[in-house]
């Protein structure tokens, strides 16, 4: 079946750095997705989204890339802090209202 | 800032008991949603909710759950008998529209444990 999934579950990476998070989609009509962050014991928690018209988005620190033609998704992070430690998610959306959400990578920052 | 609130935060019960999950959406918002975050693993939709009527469900949302909206405000979740699978974060989301055009909101979910 239709799956949004993630290349790697963990991700470690030195304060300061840059990090990047890679999903992958199968569904080539998802036409909008999202990046969501989730803290230990909290909701998900919006980042930043993109529609399928699109091939990048900037927000503050962070950046969405979209590869439709491989059906692939990343979030770069620039100058990853402490408190960016956290499961992320990218959610697709190809039918109605629902969300599909991949199985997350957890980022860890290391001071 | 407005945010999506859910009670209770945590929640034992027993197999076979009856649990209600709440959540208070964003005031404005006319779309609202259940989702299910088992321990380790990704959200799973429940249930979408739009003008007093489910517009969407999942296939996990079987005869067992129902929502509600009693009020102009609370947005419930029920299970009707509870089985030990169901233990699970449960997260309430609202939208101000439709989800292909719009931030989903979520709340800080409650943990349920069915013993």
């Known amino acids: 079946g239709e799956s949004v999934g993630l290349h790697l579950p963990t991700l470690s990476v030195q304060e300061g750095d840059n990090s990047i998070i890679n999903c992958a989609y199968s569904n080539s009509a998802s036409d909008y997705f999202i990046w969501y962050k989730q803290e230990s014991g909290k909701g998900p928690q919006f980042i930043i989204d993109i529609r399928s018209n699109m091939d990048k988005r900037q927000g503050q620190r962070v950046t969405v890339l979209l590869n439709k033609t491989v059906k692939h998704l990343s979030l770069q992070i620039a100058a990853t802090q402490p408190g960016d430690s956290a499961v992320y998610f990218c959610a697709e959306i190809w039918t109605g209202n629902q969300f599909y959400f991949g199985t997350g990578t957890s980022l860890t920052v290391i001071p | 800032e407005p945010e999506v609130t859910q009670t209770p935060s945590h929640q034992v019960t027993q197999m076979g008991q009856e649990v209600i999950l709440r959540c208070v959406p964003i005031s404005n918002h006319l779309y609202f949603y259940w989702y299910r975050q088992i321990l380790g693993q990704k959200v799973e939709f429940l249930v979408s909710?739009?003008?007093?009527?489910?517009?969407?469900k999942s296939e996990i949302f079987d005869d067992q759950f129902s929502v509600e909206r009693p009020d102009g405000s609370n947005f419930t979740l029920k299970i009707r008998s509870t089985k030990l699978e169901d233990s699970a974060m449960y997260f309430c989301?609202?939208?101000?529209?439709?989800?292909?055009?719009?931030?989903?909101?979520f709340g800080e979910g409650s943990r349920l444990t069915v013993l």
């Open positions: 909710f739009y003008n007093n009527e489910i517009s969407e």
């Open positions: 989301a609202s939208s101000e529209e439709a989800s292909g055009t719009g931030e989903l909101f």
